[in-house]
């Protein structure tokens, strides 16, 4: 397995891990996504690939703090490190940016990302998070 940056024909393959692993809302076009995502730190979007993507990992950096996003493994090869791998890889390219912080959000109710999370150094802020669409997907 490499981690490399994401390319476009990885764009099918990822869409469907996405899908696969549940992180898809119909609220977000996950296209318009990767789109987002390379148009403005294009080497801070990961991919784990075998002889096909297993993994992704994308990152987002605004100068105060930096923020991971689509952190999925295939289903089937979870428990492998490939996530670990993933975040850490993650953490060096923001890490290289200057970035102080990074933070993730996970859903209410996803108890097993907490526990991988948590394993890893990160803790729960006494944060709520508020969000505005500004163009609907």
């Known amino acids: 397995m490499i981690l490399r940056t994401y390319a476009?024909?990885?764009?099918?393959?990822?869409?469907?891990?996405?899908?696969?692993?549940?992180?898809t809302r119909p609220w977000n076009d996950p296209g318009r996504d990767i789109d987002r995502a390379t148009s403005t730190w294009?080497?801070?979007?990961?991919?784990?690939?075998?002889?096909?993507?297993?993994?992704?990992?994308?990152?987002?950096y605004d100068g105060h703090?930096?923020?991971?996003?689509?952190?999925?493994?295939?289903?089937?090869?979870?428990?492998?490190?490939?996530?670990r791998a993933l975040l850490a890889e993650a953490e060096s390219r923001l890490t290289a940016l200057g970035c102080p912080k990074v933070m993730l959000m996970v859903r209410r109710g996803n108890e097993g990302a907490h526990g991988f999370y948590g394993g890893l150094g990160y803790s729960e802020d006494e944060v709520a998070t508020f969000g505005k669409r500004l163009i609907p997907d």
């Open 8 to 23: 476009e024909p990885d764009r099918e393959a990822v869409i469907a891990l996405w899908h696969a692993a549940g992180l």
């Open 65 to 83: 703090r930096g923020w991971v996003y689509y952190l999925a493994v295939e289903p089937g090869r979870q428990g492998e490190g490939i996530g």
């Open 42 to 60: 294009p080497e801070l979007f990961v991919v784990a690939a075998a002889e096909e993507v297993v993994g992704t990992a994308m990152a987002g």
